[in-house]
Each structure stands twice: as C-alpha cells, then as structure tokens.
C-alpha cells in the first residue's frame, strides 16, 4: 500500500511557475514509476507527465513538453513537476500516481495503468 500526498497548488499569474510535490509513504517508493495527472473542471482527466523508477527515463504529454520538467527523489520518497511559462489553460487539479516500474511511454500515459492516487492539489492559472 502507498499513500501519496500532493502539494505545491496555487493561484499564479499567467507565465509564472509553480512546483508540485507529491510525498509517498513507505519503504518501496523506488519501485514504483510515478506519474502525474490533471483534470480541469467538465473535463476529463489527461496524462502530464511520467518518470521511471530512476529518473532516468520521463515522459511528457505534448502540452507539457518544453515547459514542464518531472524528477524524483528516492531518498525522500518524493517526485515532482516543476511548471513552468504557465497559461489559463493549465487550470486543473493536479493527481500524483504510482504503478510498478518497468512500463513504457504508452502504457504510463494511461490512467488505469496506477494503482495508487493522491487526492490532487488545485492549480489555477490566472490571465
């Protein structure tokens, strides 16, 4: 069992940057690939970004390429996304996951892929 906790949200000016967090609990963190979701409001929920067991391999929507950077560390049992030039249309909650490692590029874009989810921390993006 992991739990994950996000945290990092806020209200930003349209441009600036914000650094999510997302905690895991437990002693297996690094067996686990991590990814990052959101879901803006009447949407559904899209894949962000991902990152293998090492940080070695990450993977990034086309959204998010060039402007958003995951990384993770093991010894803290923590990933993060670092956003940034940030627009309005980045509003969302933002979801941390886990799944077992190993997995490539499509299979971690898809949210049935995790087992484990935070509870999402809100990011709005203002004009």
């Known amino acids: 069992q992991v739990q994950l906790v996000e945290s990092g949200g806020g209200l930003v000016q349209a441009g600036g940057s914000l650094r999510l967090s997302c905690a895991a609990s437990g002693r297996t963190f690094s067996s686990y690939g991590m990814g990052w979701f959101r879901q803006a409001p009447g949407k559904e929920r899209e894949f962000v970004s991902a990152i293998g067991l090492s940080g070695i391999s990450s993977y990034y929507a086309n959204f998010a390429r060039g402007r958003f950077t995951i990384s993770r560390d093991n010894a803290k049992n923590t990933v993060y996304l670092q956003m940034n030039s940030l627009k309005p249309e980045d509003t969302a909650v933002y979801y941390c996951?886990?799944?077992?490692?190993?997995?490539?590029?499509?299979?971690?874009?898809?949210?049935?892929?995790?087992?484990?989810w935070g509870q999402g921390t809100p990011v709005t993006v203002s004009s």
């Open positions: 996951a886990a799944t077992s490692g190993g997995k490539d590029y499509y299979t971690m874009s898809l949210s049935e892929s995790y087992y484990y």
